[in-house]
């Protein structure tokens, strides 16, 4: 059975979009890069890839975060699919020859993101609304993407939400693989930069009843499209 490899940075795993996966008949190979735990030598047996979030910065010089772009970008070239979400799409963005700022804000709560006109006629993006508002928590952004790349989507302080480079690659700031559980947990994690983005924890708590539910029908149609139309199934097809 093909693997997709995760890379995950915290104790937060890939929520909704790893249960999404699992039930399309994917297999997950979940990696902690951070800790040691290593970036694979070669693609054999790969599928594809995603890397998750995590209180990291895409541009820091540790060995780890070198190795695992090196490893996305060979992906992306081999034509494999490649998901990266918040830290984990600025990891692919620097990957491909992108560039990564820190905000003079953060981003935090349900922003409303729009999607781009390219976007509403993505596979990827079929069926998600053109103006929503997904879960986002980022002190970091992509300022500038790959080459080649086509925006999919972008809120007032964030123009680069979501991303496509080639075919089968895709970087999303915001957490759409987060369900309620998890959203609280990454705001557990995060209590600075709350702080700095000046939103209170009890204006997110309000923002969660407002739009958790019809977020959550909007992520999992949209991991439901990844898992149909980013990853093939070549675990099934005994590639």
């Given amino acids: 059975m093909a693997n997709i490899i995760v890379f995950q940075h915290s104790d937060i795993g890939p929520g909704r979009l790893g249960r999404t996966l699992r039930d399309h008949g994917f297999h997950l190979d979940i990696r ?5 735990d290593g970036v694979p030598g070669d693609l054999d047996n790969v599928a594809g890839v995603i890397a998750l979030g995590g209180a990291h910065s895409a541009n820091d010089s540790q060995a780890w975060i070198r190795e695992e772009q090196r490893f996305l970008r060979k992906a992306h070239e081999a ?10 799409s600025q990891m692919l963005a620097r990957a491909l020859g992108g560039s990564v700022e820190r905000m003079a804000t953060p981003e935090v709560g349900f922003e409303e993101v729009h999607l781009s006109v390219p976007a509403q006629t993505e ?3 079929a069926g998600i609304p053109w103006t929503h508002c997904p879960f986002s928590i980022h002190g970091e952004m992509v300022s500038e993407p790959p080459e080649g790349a086509m925006v999919l989507a972008g809120s007032d302080a964030c123009k680069v939400q979501a991303f496509k480079v080639g075919h ?5 700031q915001f957490h759409f693989e987060a369900d309620r559980e998890m959203i609280g947990r990454l705001l557990d994690a995060e209590p600075e930069m709350i702080e700095r983005s000046g939103v209170t924890r009890e204006e997110i708590e309000a923002q969660i009843e ?3 539910g019809r977020s959550a029908t909007i992520a999992d149609r949209l991991c439901v499209n990844i898992a149909s139309f980013g990853f093939a199934y070549t675990d099934l097809l005994g590639v």
């Fill in 32 to 36: 902690r890069p951070d800790l040691d």
């Fill in 79 to 88: 034509g494999l699919a490649v998901v990266g979400i918040c830290f984990g």
């Fill in 123 to 125: 596979t990827i993006t």
């Fill in 168 to 172: 089968r690659t895709f970087g999303f």
């Fill in 210 to 212: 407002e739009h958790e």
